[in-house]
Nanobody
Framework: QLQASGGGPVQAGGSLRLSCEASGRTFSNYPVGWFRQAPGKEREFVGAIKWSVGSAYYADSVKGRFTISRDNAKNTVYLQMNSLKPEDTAVYYC????????????????????WGQGTLVTVSS
């Protein structure tokens, strides 16, 4: 089970930090990804972190504004979102993989095997 939290309303230019906590399981050494889905749009990749090495990868749309980190002791992954824009409005989901994934495929949703319930981020202009 994954529990995403931290969403809410924020003004453009503001910041939010989302958390993704695993309960009943650990993230092990496999990637954890963040995806988002805006109303009327398809789900899109935001970023991912390779748990074992801590390396993070981002979609071009959020690069330089969003940062993914992890806390091993808390079994939690964070998505720090800065300089938020109205187009960042979406339901944000975290997802965990159950096996290794090559970097070029981190953005593919089918590489992740368990998903959180999502948390809504609303950015107003």
């Amino acid at each position: 089970q994954l529990q995403a939290s931290g969403g809410g309303p924020v003004q453009a230019g503001g910041s939010l930090r989302l958390s993704c906590e695993a309960s009943g399981r650990t993230f092990s050494n496999y990637p954890v990804g963040w995806f988002r889905q805006a109303p009327g749009k398809e789900r899109e990749f935001v970023g991912a972190i390779k748990w074992s090495v801590g390396s993070a990868y981002y979609a071009d749309s959020v690069k330089g504004r969003f940062t993914i980190s992890r806390d091993n002791a808390k079994n939690t992954v964070y998505l720090q979102m800065n300089s938020l824009k109205p187009e960042d409005t979406a339901v944000y989901y975290c997802a965990g993989a159950s096996r290794s994934t090559i970097t070029s495929e981190l953005g593919k949703a089918d590489r992740y095997h368990y998903w959180g319930q999502g948390t809504l981020v609303t950015v107003s202009s």
